[in-house]
């Protein structure tokens, strides 16, 4: 059985602005030193599936080098792959159109490959997931398309394409974000919703896709190949839980909000997501940094002890007399003296200078924050410089100078 | 009437149905490749396309795909020496996949087929 994953990178994540200022949305990182596609990436290796595609499209470069450095690990030579196709206009001059068009634009690439099975996954979700069971399932039911559904609030219909299924799992009707949603069986406060990630039969994918480009549809699979599909094939929800390798978990984290909270998820003691699961690793690209050195400051200056408390730090973490309590910092952040974080986020190469004071923060890349500054005391003063989010985060983008 | 657009790159070929498509009531307007098809496609407005798969500068396969974001509202035949393509995903974006015979009666079913549905059609 012959089974590509093709990954769609191509996602503009507005509402995660300005951390996708300079990069596409899978590209954003996530969970201290991984970027979001890692998730997605590293499920297909796990998985066995390792003929993979990462569809990209706006801002790639950093994604690209992410992929490129971090990812050439399968040997070409035996078959096995991950390659980055942007966006070529092959068949098309126009950017994709939506998320159908994006894999109907690439229908040379699976011609070539000619696969049994094409597993659609999304570049830019958090969960890990053993896709050998989701495939076992599609093949089951002698499926042409099954769909991974997850169990959901009724109140959150308006995010989520929600599936109607039978008995025996087959969905029999799909609504991208209804506002009165199907609710489940027996479970009147509950949606199916569709995580947005498919496994399509070659053929009858191939030939919606072609129908739906002879249309003036929106190309999109959640609006338009699932209905048309569920009419005349065999279309079929499988539960995430009888999937998921550990709790099940998944995030989509489309905005600031929810980048926080899930970053924040993997603080807990026994998190729902679980990082250190030796069976299941999440690969990245990481460089070489020095181990985590956490002292005190210089006596002669003054005395203060260098701590870090529920905290994830990550190689080559500095920190010299400051204290950081409740957040993430990537690789090489300095904290000085006196310094204090709490509950942020804080990416590579971060410098906190003395005294500084730090909360419900997210600081992108290599900003350096100066002495004594006070960020997320004040959110009026810092919406004059920064990102605020209604909920009451500062983002600070690269590149910015305090 | 309605009009057939005829893109082959064998000039007996383009003239055999210009002669055989005019007797059967079509207007028939021609092209040699891929390209000029593309290059008349909105002044000639055909009502259906007769497309030869092996062309110079612009094969039938990557010509259909440009068709289809140009001018989704024109109807395709393909047509061609080999049945071989028929396993090429492209091809299935065509109304219809004939294979090349002097006698174009099998044509000429699927030309009033195509051109009976597509008047039907709102």
Same mark, same amino acid.
């Given at each position: 059985?012959?089974?590509?994953?093709?990954?769609?990178?191509?996602?503009?994540?507005?509402?995660?602005?300005?951390?996708?200022?300079?990069?596409?949305?899978?590209?954003?990182?996530?969970?201290?030193?991984?970027?979001?596609?890692?998730?997605?990436?590293?499920?297909?290796?796990?998985?066995?599936?390792?003929?993979?595609?990462?569809?990209?499209?706006?801002?790639?470069?950093?994604?690209?080098?992410?992929?490129?450095?971090?990812?050439?690990?399968?040997?070409?030579?035996?078959?096995?792959?991950?390659?980055?196709?942007?966006?070529?206009?092959?068949?098309?001059?126009?950017?994709?159109?939506?998320?159908?068009?994006?894999?109907?634009?690439?229908?040379?690439?699976?011609?070539?490959?000619?696969?049994?099975?094409?597993? !659609?996954?999304?570049?830019?979700?958090?969960?890990?997931?053993?896709?050998?069971?989701?495939?076992?399932?599609?093949?089951?039911?002698?499926? /042409?398309?099954?769909?991974?559904?997850?169990?959901?609030?009724?109140?959150?219909?308006?995010?989520?394409?929600?599936?109607?299924? /039978?008995?025996?799992?087959?969905? !029999?009707?799909?609504?991208?974000?209804?506002?009165?949603?199907?609710?489940?069986?027996?479970?009147?406060?509950?949606?199916?919703?569709?995580?947005?990630?498919?496994?399509?039969?070659?053929?009858?994918?191939?030939?919606?896709?072609?129908?739906?480009?002879?249309?003036?549809?929106?190309?999109? @699979?959640?609006?338009?190949?699932?209905? #048309?599909? !569920?009419?005349?094939?065999?279309?079929?929800? @499988?539960?995430?839980?009888?999937?998921?390798?550990?709790?099940?978990?998944?995030?989509?984290?489309?905005?600031?909000?929810?980048?926080?909270?899930?970053?924040?998820?993997?603080?807990?003691?026994?998190?729902?997501? /679980?990082?250190?699961?030796?069976?299941?690793?999440?690969?990245?690209?990481?460089?070489?940094?020095?181990?985590?050195?956490?002292?005190? #400051?210089?006596?002669?200056?003054?005395?203060?002890?260098?701590?870090?408390?529920?905290?994830?730090?990550?190689?080559?973490?500095?920190?010299?007399?400051?204290?950081?309590?409740?957040?993430?910092?990537?690789?090489?952040?300095?904290?000085?003296? /006196?310094?204090?974080?709490?509950?942020?986020?804080?990416?590579?190469?971060?410098?906190?200078?003395?005294?500084?004071?730090?909360?419900?923060?997210?600081?992108?890349?290599?900003?350096?924050?100066?002495?004594?500054?006070?960020?997320?005391?004040?959110?009026?003063?810092?919406?004059?410089?920064?990102?605020?989010?209604?909920?009451?985060?500062?983002?600070?983008?690269?590149?910015?100078?305090? | 009437?309605?009009? %057939?657009?005829?893109?082959?790159?064998?000039?007996?070929?383009?003239?055999? $149905?210009?002669?055989?498509?005019?007797?059967?009531? $079509?207007?028939?307007?021609?092209?040699?490749?891929?390209?000029?098809?593309?290059? %008349?496609?909105?002044?000639?407005?055909?009502?259906?396309?007769?497309?030869? %798969?092996?062309?110079?500068?612009?094969?039938? %396969?990557?010509?259909?795909?440009?068709?289809?974001?140009?001018?989704?509202?024109?109807?395709?035949?393909?047509?061609?020496?080999?049945?071989?393509?028929?396993?090429?995903?492209?091809?299935?974006?065509?109304?219809?996949?004939?294979?090349?015979? $002097?006698?174009?009666?099998?044509?000429?079913?699927?030309?009033?087929?195509?051109?009976?549905?597509?008047?039907?059609?709102?």
């Amino acid at each position: 059985m012959k089974i590509i994953a093709m990954i769609l990178a191509g996602g503009k994540g507005e509402r995660l602005y300005p951390l996708t200022r300079d990069r596409a949305k899978p590209a954003v990182p996530f969970g201290a030193i991984y970027r979001i596609i890692d998730f997605s990436l590293s499920n297909c290796v796990n998985s066995g599936i390792r003929r993979i595609y990462v569809l990209t499209q706006y801002k790639s470069l950093s994604l690209n080098r992410h992929i490129q450095l971090g990812w050439n690990i399968l040997p070409n030579k035996l078959g096995e792959f991950i390659n980055v196709i942007s966006a070529q206009q092959r068949i098309d001059e126009h950017w994709y159109r939506g998320t159908a068009d994006a894999v109907f634009q690439n229908i040379y690439t699976l011609e070539q490959e000619r696969p049994d099975l094409v597993l !659609i996954l999304a570049g830019d979700h958090v969960y890990k997931m053993d896709y050998r069971k989701l495939i076992q399932f599609h093949l089951e039911k002698k499926a /042409d398309l099954t769909i991974p559904v997850i169990e959901m609030e009724k109140g959150s219909s308006k995010e989520f394409g929600v599936v109607e299924a /039978d008995a025996d799992c087959r969905i !029999i009707g799909f609504t991208e974000k209804p506002v009165k949603p199907k609710t489940v069986l027996g479970k009147p406060e509950s949606i199916l919703a569709s995580m947005g990630i498919y496994v399509f039969n070659t053929q009858p994918m191939v030939r919606r896709l072609i129908e739906d480009a002879k249309t003036d549809s929106q190309h999109d @699979f959640g609006m338009n190949i699932v209905p #048309s599909m !569920i009419r005349s094939d065999r279309v079929f929800a @499988f539960p995430f839980e009888e999937g998921s390798r550990g709790k099940p978990y998944w995030k989509d984290v489309g905005t600031i909000d929810a980048y926080f909270a899930a970053n924040m998820d993997l603080l807990a003691p026994e998190p729902a997501f /679980d990082l250190f699961d030796r069976g299941w690793p999440i690969y990245t690209h990481e460089e070489s940094h020095p181990p985590v050195k956490i002292i005190l #400051s210089d006596k002669e200056v003054g005395k203060s002890d260098g701590i870090a408390l529920n905290s994830i730090i990550s190689g080559g973490c500095e920190i010299r007399g400051g204290r950081v309590e409740n957040s993430l910092l990537s690789p090489a952040v300095r904290v000085e003296m /006196d310094a204090k974080v709490n509950n942020s986020i804080l990416l590579n190469e971060v410098k906190v200078s003395r005294g500084a004071q730090i909360r419900h923060a997210i600081i992108d890349k290599g900003v350096e924050i100066s002495e004594g500054m006070k960020i997320g005391f004040n959110l009026k003063e810092d919406a004059k410089k920064f990102t605020v989010t209604e909920s009451g985060f500062v983002v600070i983008p690269r590149w910015i100078r305090t | 009437m309605a009009k %057939i657009l005829v893109v082959d790159d064998e000039e007996h070929i383009r003239l055999l $149905y210009k002669q055989e498509l005019t007797e059967e009531g $079509y207007e028939v307007t021609l092209a040699t490749n891929g390209k000029e098809c593309l290059e %008349i496609i909105d002044a000639e407005n055909p009502d259906l396309i007769i497309l030869d %798969i092996r062309m110079p500068v612009m094969d039938g %396969i990557e010509t259909l795909g440009r068709i289809i974001n140009k001018r989704k509202d024109i109807p395709v035949i393909l047509n061609t020496a080999y049945s071989s393509y028929k396993d090429d995903f492209m091809t299935w974006a065509a109304e219809a996949y004939v294979v090349k015979s $002097y006698d174009l009666s099998e044509l000429k079913i699927k030309i009033q087929e195509i051109i009976s549905r597509k008047k039907g059609s709102p």
